[in-house]
């Protein structure tokens, strides 16, 4: 099925650097969401937008809905030791047939050194 | 508020037997599940999306026979692996979704090992 860019895989940051991660489509998306994962653990909600040109913080967290609407980036400043996990990027394409069905990114592994 | 909770959060079985792994929304009423599949430092796959009342819809692929799925109530949802086999080990989320909402919350996951 539809897939979502996430970019890049992995990243490896020394603790107090700002991260940027992003997510880009072929196609236009309703809505973005970006969730975080710990091992063994489902994955947790951090920011969701709903409108294009929407940008929301969240504490250390920044997430903007794309103005084109096939893109969305999540930066993160300031990274501490906690924020290791794996974030995805996911999106409800515009014009989809099934409802609240979410496209998923692979994921952007990060661990920060202290 | 908007917590989701599994269970069991690991289950051990052996191949050939069947495991429930049950799903619920604790503070809010989902109209709408979905059961995820997910592989070590892989993607969620999408399984199936159960609606309340209403017989889930599977993605291709899935055998609708192996993976029965339930959502009896607005707050819970189950799915049952029948006949497992090793090949079905993976670690299985739910999440949950209110009417009319976009936002997924998810559920802390369910470890399934089959010997």
């Known amino acids: 099925g539809q897939q979502l860019n996430q970019s890049p895989q992995s990243m490896f940051i020394q603790e107090g650097e700002d991260v940027s991660m992003n997510c880009t489509s072929s196609s236009i998306f309703n809505t973005w969401l970006w969730y975080k994962q710990e091992p063994g653990e489902g994955p947790v909600l951090l920011i969701a937008?709903?409108?294009?040109?929407e940008l929301t913080s969240n504490g250390r967290l920044t997430a903007q809905f794309g103005i084109t609407r096939k893109d969305s980036f999540l930066n993160i400043s300031a990274s501490i030791p906690s924020d290791v996990g794996i974030y995805f990027c996911?999106?409800?394409?515009?014009?989809?047939?099934?409802?609240?069905?979410?496209?998923f990114g692979q994921g952007t592994i990060l661990t920060v050194h202290p | 508020g908007a917590v989701v909770s599994q269970h069991p959060s690991w289950v051990i079985c052996k191949s050939g037997t069947s495991v429930k792994i049950e799903c619920r929304s604790l503070d809010f009423q989902a109209t709408t599940m979905f059961w995820y599949r997910q592989f070590p430092k892989q993607s969620l796959m999408l399984m199936a999306t159960s609606n309340e009342g209403s017989k889930a819809t599977y993605e291709q692929g899935v055998e609708k026979d192996k993976f029965l799925i339930n959502h009896a109530s607005l707050t819970l949802s189950t799915l049952t692996v029948t006949s497992a086999h090793p090949e079905d080990s993976s670690f299985y989320i739910c999440s949950a979704a209110a009417g009319g909402a976009d936002t997924q919350y998810f559920g802390p996951g369910t470890r399934l090992t089959v010997l």
């Open positions: 996911a999106g409800q394409p515009a014009g989809g047939t099934s409802y609240g069905k979410l496209t």
């Open positions: 937008l709903y409108k294009a040109g």
